[in-house]
Antibody, heavy 118, light 108 residues
Framework: EVQLVESGGGLVKPGGSLRLSCAASGFTFSNYNMNWVRQAPGKGLEWVSSITSGNYIYYADSVRGRFSISRDNAKNSLYLQMNSLGADDTAVYYC????????????WGQGTLVTVSS | EIVLTQSPATLSLSPGERATLSCRASQSVGTYLAWYQQKPGQAPRLLISDASNRATGIPARFSGSGSGTDFTLTISSLEPEDFAVYYCQQRSTWPPVTFGGGTKVEIK
């Protein structure tokens, strides 16, 4: 069974940093493109970043230069380093697996809440 | 960036009724469109990919159609567990993928 478990969310002050982690199991992690998708409270879904199985990296314009995605295939883990956080970054952050590396998301974690507030 | 517009924002129906949800793209996305279901407090679940392909384990009452700029998700007969928010997503111009604003299907 595919499992994705996020951690690392919490309350952070504006301008602060946070590192999210996603532990994957039940599939060959290294073969899949992985993604972060976020959802602000009461709002819709927003793609944040992707890292391919070959380590090509992509970001949404809203986070480029502030967020950094990475993966450790030996640990079956995905990460998101978030710097210079602002109130607009407040959201539940989901780790999501690509369906057959087709840029659809077929497995999701339960999400971790990031709250940016003073 | 391709903008996806979903309508209606809210659909009020009774169990057993047919639900028809619309997603319109600001430019052609071919058939590179997916649909997701999200229930309160849960992560989204992939229902349909490439406009009409049901994901693994998705019941046959869910069907997708369309191409270009106009897409439809149909739930043939609503079950109690189908009341949720539905999102469309395009991958035609990745990156970025973009999502629609969602349609809430609520119990009438």
């Amino acid at each position: 069974e595919v499992q994705l478990v996020e951690s690392g969310g919490g309350l952070v002050k504006p301008g602060g940093s946070l590192r999210l982690s996603c532990a994957a199991s039940g599939f060959t992690f290294s073969n899949y493109n992985m993604n972060w998708v976020r959802q602000a409270p009461g709002k819709g879904l927003e793609w944040v970043s992707s890292i391919t199985s070959g380590n090509y990296i992509y970001y949404a314009d809203s986070v480029r230069g502030r967020f950094s995605i990475s993966r450790d295939n030996a640990k079956n883990s995905l990460y998101l380093q978030m710097n210079s956080l602002g109130a607009d970054d407040t959201a539940v952050y989901y780790c999501a697996r690509d369906l057959l590396n087709l840029n659809y998301f077929d497995s999701w974690g339960q999400g971790t809440l990031v709250t940016v507030s003073s | 960036e391709i903008v996806l517009t979903q309508s209606p924002a809210t659909l009020s129906l009774s169990p057993g009724e047919r639900a028809t949800l619309s997603c319109r793209a600001s430019q052609s996305v071919g058939t590179y469109l997916a649909w997701y279901q999200q229930k309160p407090g849960q992560a989204p679940r992939l229902l349909i990919s490439d406009a009409s392909n049901r994901a693994t384990g998705i019941p046959a009452r869910f069907s997708g159609s369309g191409s270009g700029t106009d897409f439809t998700l149909t739930i043939s007969s609503l079950e109690p567990e189908d009341f949720a928010v539905y999102y469309c997503q395009q991958r035609s111009t990745w990156p970025p993928v973009t999502f629609g604003g969602g349609t809430k299907v609520e119990i009438k």
